[in-house]
């Protein structure tokens, strides 16, 4: 009787057992679950996890060119964008029975607690998601850990009752560091393989899914041996569940880790210049336009996509052709200012105390002062500091340097180099095409587009020549006395007669337009001028966009102000435009990160000349480039710039065929050189010079805007017409129904051609 009675107990006592270790386990879960061990997501955290997304950059051909974030760089895509054997991949390495479990493996959770995690691990993708995005990093406490397990079970099976499978898979690899700033399956695949993830093929699938075990650990940078066995082992349980064949796993395994590794960062990559600019852009409209609820949109958190008007083809051909000159006019300039040659290299024609007030001028916007002096340093240590040799990386045409100099050194070194500005833009929507700031953003952070304004020189004439033919209709052909000229004292207000002289101090006595402009004849333009009157010119270029100050003097005709790219692009693309004005745009809308249009700017627009007058105004700068100082576009040369770049393979000769509207320009001892060319629906502007305007060439051979600033445009356009994917029009320009002006010189009678449109007072022809 004792006997059943004990055995009783006994078998009471293993129910009591069980039943309380179930019960506790269940308590343990539904504790968790009513956030006794700390609080859970609720259902709306579930349905929109805190994920941190970065801002897409988006060209106008569909290219992400660069994006915004702080420490995420994450962009989402959806499963459909994964390729098929990265999902197998997935399942067959972390988690076999993926398709067939609520969120917890109870199969593998055993097998972990029997062999103590030896024979792998219970943790389910579901359960790897929940800790990614819910619990964090798993404590070094074993309690705390434990408590940590139970919350991703908890979460686990919530996620399940959430989300689809598949959507549970793109939500991992979406969340998944795998370092570098590679946040997320898009990134990491366009860091490590410069591609989209649907472009992977298996073995860098595999790679990146054996990352997921430790990204830190398995560092294809720093252990690719490690990295490769990782690899392995996926190809082992891909075959182990019949995904590929033993043969299959054989191949692969034997195949090396191919990286294309580009790395990602606000300051490298393609339109870096572009991507700072808009970045100040999209921020101010940040600041005007809130959400619906009153909050404010996160440039670096909210995943939203900006649309760009940038075409990548271009941008790319346009960065090319930017270096691929700039390296070898740099090389020259070296040459032309050793220290024997130019002890005052690289400036020339000022003396020691301007050049070292340059210099402190220099040191007092740099960076290294500024932040000494916000830390309250005194001026005399922070001057001390910069004669002080310090290591350092500076930038060279063959890629940087590592050396030791003091930070006044560098700051001379960096005066040598010359710097370049570029801008494109469509003229029929304002659509910026094409921007390049400066030579590298890394080391020249400046942007020669938009913050930069130089003297612009004859790139400002064929506004004169378009203000006489709207208002007095002159024709390209009608032609005018180059000879000696002087706008009379007190005309337009200056106290003395201003009489410009022709380069070289040559006159020839007579001129058609089309050949003055073509051959930027500084006389010929005063003339002009004093007809038209200097205000209605600056009127003019202010209707065209232009916002910088144009003193009302008879001097702008040879071009003094000092004016951006971008505000001379957008004037002359009027020229192309029909005579409308539409400012240049460089989004087409801002999207939310569901898809939705935030921001859809309107295009400003102004009629400021008539058709006829920007025809004929086109049909001018037309000649520059026929038989001007633009020809270099037109023919193979044998001078001195083909001499010394004859090792630029998309340079100079270019031999094009087609019509091009053009302008150089060169400003006062070669500080600057500009060219604008236009074809139908493509205006580029380039200038070059150096960051000081006594930093230059000592002669115009090498000086000059045909030299310095037109075969960027030659070899950037060169790129484009071999682009078969690209529509950049190769035809004429459109003209109006009714040319009332005549423009076909060589059609014209010799009587006609020969005579004077101004007698030599101006009045009779003007009927004035």
């Not at 964090?136 to 689809?164: C, D, F, H, P």
């Not at 499978?165 to 399956?185: P, Q, R, S, V």
């Not at 320009?665 to 006594?694: A, C, K, Y």
Request: aromatic share 10%; charged share 25%.
């Amino acid at each position: 009787m004792n006997k059943k009675n004990n055995y009783k107990k006994y078998v009471f006592a293993i129910w009591a057992s069980l039943f309380l270790t179930i019960a506790s386990i269940v308590g343990v879960f539904v504790s968790a679950s009513l956030g006794v061990f700390g609080l859970m997501p609720d259902f709306r955290q579930l349905e929109n996890p805190d994920t941190k997304l970065a801002t897409q950059i988006i060209s106008s051909d569909n290219i992400v060119i660069g994006k915004y974030y702080f420490n995420d760089n994450r962009t989402p895509i959806d499963f459909e964008e994964i390729p098929k054997q990265m999902v197998e991949a997935l399942i067959a390495t972390e988690d076999e029975r993926f398709y067939n479990h609520s969120g917890i493996d109870f199969k593998g959770t055993a097998r972990a607690l029997i062999y103590l995690g030896k024979k792998g691990g219970a943790s389910t993708i579901t359960q790897q998601l929940a800790r990614q995005l819910f619990t964090g990093v798993r404590s070094r406490n074993t309690l705390q850990a434990i408590i940590q397990k139970v919350k991703e079970w908890v979460i686990a099976v919530r996620l399940e009752r959430r989300y689809t499978k598949n959507e549970i898979i793109a939500m991992y690899l979406n969340i998944y560091d795998f370092n570098y700033n590679a946040d997320g399956l898009k990134s990491a695949s366009s860091i490590y393989f410069s591609k989209n993830p649907e472009e992977l093929d298996l073995n860098e699938s595999a790679m990146l899914i054996g990352m997921l075990k430790n990204s830190s650990l398995y560092n294809p940078i720093r252990r690719p041996e490690l990295v490769k066995k990782r690899r392995n082992i996926v190809f082992q349980q891909m075959e182990r569940n019949n995904l590929i064949s033993n043969f299959e796993r054989d191949s692969l395994s034997s195949l090396p880790i191919k990286l294309d590794f580009n790395p990602q960062s606000h300051r490298e990559g393609i339109a870096t210049y572009f991507r700072s600019h808009l970045q100040k852009y999209v921020s101010n409209w940040i600041k005007k336009n809130p959400k619906e609820d009153g909050s404010s949109y996160n440039l670096y958190l909210d995943g939203l996509r900006v649309y760009t008007t940038i075409d990548s083809r271009l941008q790319n051909y346009a960065e090319q052709a930017v270096t691929s000159h700039m390296k070898n006019l740099q090389r020259e300039f070296f040459n032309q200012n050793q220290i024997e040659q130019n002890p005052t290299a690289p400036f020339l024609d000022i003396t020691d105390a301007e050049i070292e007030k340059i210099i402190d001028l220099a040191m007092r916007r740099s960076e290294r002062w500024r932040k000494m002096k916000k830390r309250g340093i005194d001026e005399d240590s922070i001057y001390t500091s910069f004669n002080k040799p310090a290591q350092m990386e500076v930038f060279s045409w063959s890629g940087d340097i590592d050396t030791l100099m003091t930070p006044k050194d560098s700051i001379y070194y960096y005066k040598h180099f010359l710097r370049s500005g570029m801008m494109s833009v469509e003229p029929q929507t304002g659509h910026v095409k094409a921007w390049v700031g400066g030579i590298n953003y890394r080391h020249f952070q400046f942007d020669h587009v938009k913050q930069g304004k130089r003297q612009i020189g004859s790139t400002f004439k064929p506004f004169v020549y378009a203000t006489a033919i709207d208002q007095l209709k002159v024709s390209p052909c009608d032609s005018l006395p180059d000879g000696y000229y002087c706008v009379e004292p007190g005309k337009f207000g200056g106290q003395d007669p201003w009489c410009p002289k022709n380069s070289g101090d040559r006159y020839i006595g007579k001129r058609t337009l089309k050949n003055a402009l073509a051959n930027s004849v500084n006389t010929i333009s005063a003339r002009l001028i004093d007809r038209v009157g200097p205000r209605p010119v600056a009127n003019l270029a202010k209707d065209l966009g232009v916002s910088s100050q144009i003193p009302n003097v008879p001097a702008i005709a040879l071009g003094s102000p000092d004016l951006s790219v971008y505000e001379m692009v957008g004037a002359y693309s009027s020229f192309a435009n029909k005579g409308i004005y539409i400012k240049p745009e460089i989004i087409t809308r801002i999207e939310d990160k569901n898809g939705t249009t935030i921001f859809q700017p309107t295009p400003i627009t102004k009629d400021v000349i008539s058709e006829e007058s920007a025809y004929v105004t086109l049909k001018l700068l037309e000649g520059v480039t026929e038989a001007g100082s633009g020809i270099r576009l037109r023919h193979r040369g044998a001078d001195e710039y083909n001499r010394i770049f004859k090792d630029v393979v998309t340079g100079y000769p270019y031999e094009f065929t087609n019509p091009i509207a053009g302008k150089t320009g060169t400003t006062q001892n070669q500080s600057d050189g500009w060219f604008i060319g236009m074809v139908p629906n493509l205006v580029t502007g380039v200038w070059v010079g150096g960051e000081d305007r006594s930093v230059h060439f000592e002669s115009i051979a090498f000086g000059q805007g045909a030299t310095m600033a037109l075969p960027i445009w030659g070899s950037y356009m060169k790129q484009i017409y071999a682009d078969s994917t690209i529509s950049v029009s190769s035809g004429p320009f459109e003209a109006p129904i009714d040319v009332s002006i005549p423009i076909d010189c060589d059609s014209l009678s010799i009587e006609l051609k020969k005579k004077s449109f101004f007698e030599k007072d101006g009045l009779n022809e003007l009927g004035l």
